[in-house]
């Protein structure tokens, strides 16, 4: 009879778990870490796509209200979505019919006046550079900052010379993502119910809200932005005239569109406009820009980010800024656009899935214990006392 080797563990403590490693089990590992490799091949080969496909959902989203009260109305829903993109058809074509020739323009007199700009920013730098040029350091500075104005004046140039190409690119996209939201409205109907069969009964509730407020806090982002970027682009033209700067019509609409990056665009959209005022009119006129935007990031912050955004997106602020940071950093100007409603969508399924999976992992595994305690105080003999001797 074989005798084993292994002492017996001292009393009161539980035995030694062995962990067993089989070829299957390293076969598992290898094949899963082959598998996340693989993913992350395809998602870099094919994030500009990606990034299509979910501007498609985003936008589908935003106007999933409007499509929906069409149906009550009843109205085909195909037909309801082709109605909302003739509206948008022709809110874009009014606008491009009143603004294209005054904007086209100023775009032509600011590209003309470019160079002169630079210069100047140039001369400026080299001052600077001059006055400080006892601190080794700062002076190093100044001289980098001015490498960057060059660089980004020749972006800027080269970017104005390829509007063109800039809008027909543009435009082919946005027909691309309508393209996509018309067919993601028209059929994710039809593949909820399929989705809902696969999963279990008790997680039908679970998902069925997790869809619905998705859908609520992706619109609401869309709509939200929409409205900011037509109020700041509204505010922000008419100062511009109001004080007298030249391209307000071009920095009312960059304004405007700087703020589908929530909380960092607008200042972009001022730190333009004061740029502007100081090398078209003057120190002076360049401090009633910012006071103007300052005013300006008071409404937004005070008015148009609390009822509009927080209300329909219910995103934290500061989960907003490291969205559109790390954005940034990865995609560009695109990735940052994109970062808030992927961060609405990770903290959708966060709340919703991940932190009701937590709690209910949890609760069992304290039940457990509370078994297993149980159980073993109940299964310990009482051990008498030894009777006292007389």
Known sequence: MPVSTSAPPPAGLPAARIVSVTTRTLWQAATIAVGIVTIAVVVLKTIDILLLIFTAIVVAEGIRPIVRRMESARIPRPLGIGIVYLLLFAIMGLFGWLLASPLVDQVTNFANNAPSYFAQVQQWLQQLQTFLSGNPNIASAVQTAEAEAGNFLTQVLVGLVNVPLNVATVLFSLVVVLTMAFFWLTAVDGLKPFILNVIGEDDQSR????????????????????????????????????????????????????????????????????????????????????????????????????????????????????????????????????????????????????????????????????????????????????????
């Open 207 to 390: 998902v069925n809200v997790l869809f619905e407020d998705l859908s609520r806090r992706l619109g609401g982002f869309v709509r939200g932005v929409l409205v900011n970027m037509s109020v700041i682009g509204v505010l922000s033209g008419l100062g511009m005239w109001a004080l007298g700067v030249p391209y307000a019509l071009l920095l009312g609409i960059f304004a405007g569109l700087t703020e589908v990056i929530p909380y960092l665009g607008p200042y972009f959209g001022g730190g333009a406009a004061v740029l502007v005022a100081l090398l078209t009119v003057g120190p002076l006129k360049s401090l009633e820009v910012l006071a103007v935007y300052v005013i300006i990031q008071e409404i937004e912050g005070n008015v148009l980010v609390p009822v509009v955004m927080n209300r329909t997106a219910q995103i934290n602020p500061f989960t907003v800024v490291v969205a559109v940071l790390i954005g940034g950093s990865l995609f560009g100007i695109a990735g940052s656009i994109l970062a808030v409603p992927l961060a609405i969508v990770v903290t959708v399924v966060a709340e919703r899935v991940v932190a009701p999976a937590i709690k209910k992992q949890i609760s069992s595994t304290t039940e457990a214990e509370a078994l297993v305690t149980t159980t073993t105080e109940t299964a310990t003999p009482t051990v008498p006392s030894n009777p006292m001797k007389m």
